[in-house]
């Protein structure tokens, strides 16, 4: 199967280029040219659980160019964690996506897009570079996923007094194949370095060199498997459909469900839950889309002015807003709602939602209040251990810092300080390379 650029849908290539590249040559996102239909009921008839459901899909988008045997490894090695469903109330549960080594979702796309890269590197004589901006929770997840993937090597840039000691903990302890860079600058700063070393002659002659933001394909695959799950445990328990609340930023997570549900996945609807971020909820609510600054709030993994993945939405429902609406319910809540949902909901069932989590509780809550019937599912995006200094201020003394991330604080941090100039992050990159 090959995969196309939504800025020139005759530039097709193959999974392994859109995969490496990220993006097309223009800048523009790629798109599988066909979204292979699953069989559900006699998969979910089956029992499937997330591996092989994984494995399924997977073959449906790499199956051309990846073996279904090294396919299988890849998913069990990638997610080898699990996505437990709890029902919080009746009617309600929280698909938990957030028992990977990051705590975090994105540990799904992470983790398997590290091992299908490093699967296309396997023959390689030279290493991969992933270089990385970050102000914290990507990078964190992009750090672990490629860890100890061999052929791979990643070169983190952070800036300098700008992100959590936890987060930088988590940026810097790995070590290995994870060289964690402290930029004298800001996260703009870290960007311009990253951005300039993919179009310098020097560099590139000497390395190859991807990004692993979440506009790869390879990221959204993996974020199909939880839905096509989840869907198919609540449809062998006799609910045949339900409607998904997903907290969203960049809207990949989302962009996962519409493929979940193009390849045959019952679905009622989506809700698309944001915070003060709301450029797509406003769309869907008959607004032009116009990405707007990022507004900064306490569920911060989704503060996205401009979602990279607007497109690709877009793009899945026949270009059209009228469509797009049919399908996915926008929400948008304030940070005084959502303190407020985690305090209501921990007193009423005793459930502790993250920040992120409960704007997705609040998303399914407003849906129903406009009229939405029927079960929901609301996908648990991070761990509530991660935002302790907000749930302490909500609920205080509940939650701890789960043992993982204390062991983290424990560890040395290994990280070079450089300036903020592009040129001496080339000297590194250069000279490190030759060394
Ligand atoms: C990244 C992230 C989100 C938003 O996901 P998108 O795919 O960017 O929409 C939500 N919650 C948490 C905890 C995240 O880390």
Known sequence: MKYYSLGNRHDLVSAEAAIRSGLAPDGSLYMPERILSLDFAALAEAGAALPELGTRVAQAFLGEEIEEAALAGIVREAINFPAPLIEIEPHTWVLELFHGPTLAFKDFGARFMARVLGHFRRNADTSLTVLVATSGDTGSAVAQGFYRVPGVEVVLLYPKGMVSKL???QLTTLGENIT???VAGSFDDCQRIVKSAFVDPEITACMELTSANSINIA??????FYYLSAAAELFQRGIPSVSFSVPSGNFGNLTGGLLAKRMGMPASR??????????????????????TSTIPTISNAMDVGNPSNF???????????TAMAEEVFGVSCSDEETKACIERVYRK?????DPHAAVGYLGLEKARAAG????????????????????????????????????????????RLISDRFEDFKDFLVSERQA
């Open 311 to 321: 497109p690709r939405l877009l793009e899945l429902c026949a270009r059209s807003r």
């Open 372 to 415: 939405l019937n029927g079960p929901g599912v609301i996908l648990g995006t991070a761990h509530p251990g991660k935002f302790i200094d907000t749930l302490d201020t909500v609920l205080p003394g509940v939650v701890s810092l789960p043992e993982t991330l204390q062991q983290v604080l424990r560890l040395p941090k290994q990280a």
């Open 349 to 353: 069932v005793g459930y502790v939602l």
């Open 180 to 182: 964690a860079l402290e």
């Open 219 to 224: 990221r959204l695959i993996p974020q199909s």
């Open 167 to 169: 987060q930088e903990q």
């Open 270 to 291: 989506f809700i698309a839950a944001t915070n003060a971020n709301d450029s797509v909820v406003r769309f869907l609510n008959g607004t032009d889309f116009e990405p």
